[in-house]
Structure formats: structure tokens, C-alpha cells
């Protein structure tokens, strides 16, 4: 069975901290593919990356960076120098066998000014 | 611009109505989604599309029904069966279902319903 478990419901940083968003998933599949989606308070999700099983590569998009680790099935996100504009739920996914996305139940971020 | 297009915004219903929400895309995508978010629990799949007249039921389909007789279109039938409908409800799409990458779901921005 595939699962994602996001721990953190609720995370409130100070703006220009750090914060990193924890994702675990579980799947039998060695060929999958997991994204972070953001809900910004206007109810749109947003893609934000997209990994394969096979690319462990870090990656880092401005403010934002993903560490993907298969040894601990986790694909943790961090914002670096948050900001108001990253107050957010932020998704974590997990694409696994020919069936639909399975998502973690999110983090809620509240950055403060 | 492409993307999705669901309507209304919001919606109000009394108990025991059936209502239909909207969603149109023009993504020539061929897979489609409804997806229903109530706080705290992330997101629930209801149906799912992955082409014309064909659909399966997600995780939460009783009490609600679906109809996809064109690519561009899947609206969503909120049933009086529906025993706890007030909720946000998100459609998305995607390319196709395979485990091919091509999962990149674009959503729209939700209908909210609140049943009074």
C-alpha cells in the first residue's frame, strides 16, 4: 500500500527563519515519483518539484531546496529566509503503480512579519 | 491561457438537494480529478477519469456521482445520499495515470459548499 505521512500539521516560523517541511512515504513500487504542491490561502494547489526514484540529486530552486533520501523514504522540503508570501499548506505526494496520487494530509506554515 | 475552470465559487444548499459543480479544462488533458479537502484531513479523492465516458470511483465516492461525456469537461453531482457535504471541492487534471512521470496535476481554484 502507498502512504505519505506528513508529522508536522502546523509549523509557525518568525520571517527570515528556516523551516523544513518532513515528508515520509511508504511504497512496494521501486519506480515512483514524489512532488510538494502548495495551497496558498486562495484554495489553488500549485506544483512546486517533481522526483523519481532513481534521481536522489538534491535540489535547490531559489529560497527553496528538496532532500530526497530512499534510504529513510523521505523527501523533506525546506524554505530558506521564509517569507509572508510562503504561508501556505504544503502537500506532499507520492505517484506510485498505475493508480491516482496519494497525499499526505499537508503541513499548514504560517510565516509572521 | 489554458488551464481549469470550476464554478461556482460558492454554494449554499438545503438539505436533501442535489447540486452539480463545474469543471472545464482546456489543457487537452486526458485524465481528470474531484478531490474533496475538509481541514485537517488533506485531500480525498471522489472520482477519477482517465477518458471519455469512462470514470472510477476514488476513496469517497458514495454519494456522489460523475459524468465525463466530454474530454474537457467532468462535473461532480453532490447527491442528497451525501451525509456530511459541506466541504471544499477541488478539480484537478493531469496528462494521463500512468507511472510515466506525467502526473503533474493542474488543479482549479475549488468550489466551496456548504450545505445549510
Known amino acids: 500500500a502507498q502512504k505519505v505521512t506528513q508529522a508536522q500539521t502546523e509549523i509557525s516560523v518568525v520571517e527570515k527563519e528556516d523551516v523544513t517541511l518532513d515528508c515520509v512515504y511508504e511504497t512496494r513500487d521501486t519506480t515512483y515519483y514524489l512532488f510538494w504542491y502548495k495551497q496558498p490561502p486562495s484554495g489553488e494547489l500549485v506544483f512546486l518539484i517533481r522526483r523519481n526514484s532513481f534521481d536522489e540529486q538534491n535540489e535547490i530552486s531559489g529560497r527553496y531546496s528538496w532532500n530526497f533520501q530512499k534510504s529513510t523514504s523521505s523527501f523533506n522540503f525546506t524554505i530558506t529566509a521564509s517569507q509572508v508570501v510562503d504561508s501556505a499548506v504544503y502537500f506532499c505526494v507520492l505517484s506510485s503503480g498505475n493508480t491516482p496520487l496519494v497525499f499526505g494530509k499537508g503541513t499548514r506554515l504560517s510565516v509572521i512579519a | 491561457d489554458g488551464g481549469i475552470t470550476q464554478s461556482p465559487k460558492y454554494l449554499f444548499r438545503k438539505e436533501g438537494q442535489n447540486v452539480t459543480l463545474s469543471c472545464e479544462q482546456n489543457?487537452?488533458?486526458?485524465?481528470m480529478y474531484w478531490y474533496r479537502q475538509d481541514p485537517g484531513q488533506g485531500l480525498r479523492l471522489i472520482y477519477y477519469s482517465q477518458i471519455v465516458n469512462d470514470f472510477q470511483k476514488g476513496d469517497i465516492a458514495e454519494g456522489y456521482s460523475v459524468s465525463r461525456e466530454k474530454k474537457e469537461s467532468f462535473p461532480l453531482t453532490v447527491t442528497s445520499a451525501q451525509k456530511n457535504p459541506t466541504a471544499f471541492y477541488l478539480c484537478?487534471?493531469?496528462?494521463?495515470?500512468?507511472?510515466?512521470?506525467?502526473?503533474?496535476?493542474?488543479f482549479g481554484a475549488g468550489s466551496r459548499l456548504t450545505v445549510l
Open positions: 484537478a487534471s493531469s496528462i494521463g495515470i500512468s507511472n510515466s512521470g506525467a502526473n503533474v496535476l493542474t
Open positions: 489543457l487537452n488533458h486526458d485524465a
